[in-house]
C-alpha cells in the first residue's frame, strides 16, 4: 500500500471531524440565540438603555435631543434603533424585537462569510470552516451577536459590502458596496475605517469603479447627517461625532490577550494567504485590504476607552474567512504521492485543532428561570415606590414600574465626559437639585453611582433588595444587576441654585 494510500482514511477522518465541529458551532449559536430571544429582561446591561431608544421612537419622539435627566442618547447613529422599531411595530416592542434584529444581521453575516469563501474556492468544507471559525467565536467576542444592540447590524452591512465589492464587476455593483457602508456608518461610525480602507483600495488598485463606491459611501453619509440634523436640531451630529479616548496599552492586549490565544492559526492562515505570491494579484490586494480593515477595526474599537469584548467581532469574522481561504490555498500547494497524507493531516489537524479551542458552555450565556422570576419580583416592587422610581443603570425598569424612564448612567456619563460646559454643568446641577429636592420616589443603584454622596445624604440608609437573591445577573458585558434601594429621608439638606 503507497503512503497515499494510507494517509487517505486519515485525511476523509479528519475532514470528516472538521466539517462535524465547524457545523455545529453555528446550530449551537442558532439554539442559544433562539433561548435567549424571549427573555424579558436584559442579557447586558446597556441593552436596556437601547430598548428604551426605540420606545422612543414609536412615541414619536426625537432620538436626538438635548440632555436632560429624563433622555439622554447613547452615541450611535441611528439605523439600528429605526430598524428595531419597524420590527417592533410590526410585531410588538420587546427586548425579542431588538433581538431578533441582531439575531438575523447575525445569520446574514455567517451568511456572507460562508458565500465568500464558497465563490473563492468552489468547496463546501473552507467555507463551513470559515462560517464556523466565526460562531465559534461567540462567548469570546462577549457573546453579542443576538444581543439588542448595534453591532451585529453593523457587521453584516460591513460584510455584505465587501461581498459586492469582492464579486460586483459593474460600477452598479460597485455602488451598491458603497451604499451598505453607507449604512453600516450609520449604524456605528466605526465604519469609517473601512470606508476609508476601501476607498483607498479602489483608488489604488480599481479606478475604474472608485467613483461609484466612493459617491455612494460617501453621499449617502453625508446627505443622511444633513437629514438627521435637520430633524433633530443639530443634536444628531453632537452625539454622533463626538470623540473618544483612545488606550494605547490596549494595542498590546489586542494581540497577546484578546486575538492570538483565541485564533492562533486563524492568524497564521492570514499571514500564510498575504505571504503567497501565486495568487491572482487582485484577490491578493483585495483580501489584504479586507484583513487590514477587518482586523484594524477590531483594533481600533478595542483600543476606546470603554470598550467591551463586542469589538472584537470584525476581526473574528475576518479572521474567520482568512482561515478557510488559507486552508484551500495551503491544501492546494500538497505535493502528491507519498509526502502528502503527513503534510495534509498535520494541515487538518492545525484546523481541527483551531475549532476545538473555541469550544464553549453554552449554559453560561442563558438566563434561568430564577433569573426571569426575580426580575419579575423586582419589577412588583419598584412598582410599589411611587410614581418617580429611578433605576441610573436600568431605566427600562423604572418605565415598566411607573411608566416613566429616565437618562442611562452610561450615557449621562458619557455627556458629562465630553459634552461643553454648558451643556456639562446644567446637567450636574439638575441631578443634584433633583436629589435635594427629593423629587424620585426611590432610587435603585447598582451598588455605586456618580452621585453616591449626595444620595447617602438625601436619601437612605442603604437597604437591600431581598427579591432578587443570587439571581438577575447580566449575562454578558458588565456582570452587573440593581443592588441596593434608597429611599428619600423625611427632611431634606437646604437646596441651592
Known sequence: MSGSERGTPWAAMLTVAIAAVAAAYPLLYIVVALLRMPYPFELEWLEGGSFVQVQRILAGDPLYARPDLSYVAFPYPPLYYYVAAAVAAAVGPGFHTLRLVSFLASLLSLGAIYDTVRRETGRTLPALVAAGAFAGTYPAAGAWLDVGRV????????????????????????????ALLGLAFFTKQLAVVAVAGFALHHLLWRRRHAAALLSAAAGGIVAGTLLMDRLTGGWHTWYVFRPHGLLPHRFFMFWLVDVLPLLPVAVLGAMFLLARRGQELEKRRFY????????????????????????????????????GLALHEAQGLLPVGDRRWPLEALLLGAVLVQLAMLVYDPRAQLPTAADRQAGERLTARLAGLGPSVVVPSHPYLAARASGHAHAHAMATADVLHLAPAPVRDALERDMRQALCQHRFSAVVTDGTWRYQSQLLRDYGPPLPLPELGDAFWTVTGARTRPSTLYMPRASGADCFE
Open 151 to 178: 453591532d451585529s447590524l453593523w457587521l453584516a452591512l460591513l460584510l455584505l459590502a465587501m461581498h459586492r465589492m469582492r464579486f460586483g464587476r459593474t460600477a452598479l455593483s460597485q455602488a451598491v458596496a458603497g
Open 288 to 323: 489584504a485590504t479586507f484583513a487590514a480593515v477587518t482586523v484594524g477595526t477590531g483594533l481600533f474599537g478595542r483600543m476606546i476607552s470603554g470598550a467591551y469584548l463586542n469589538a472584537l467581532l470584525p476581526a473574528c469574522a475576518g479572521l474567520a474567512l482568512m482561515l
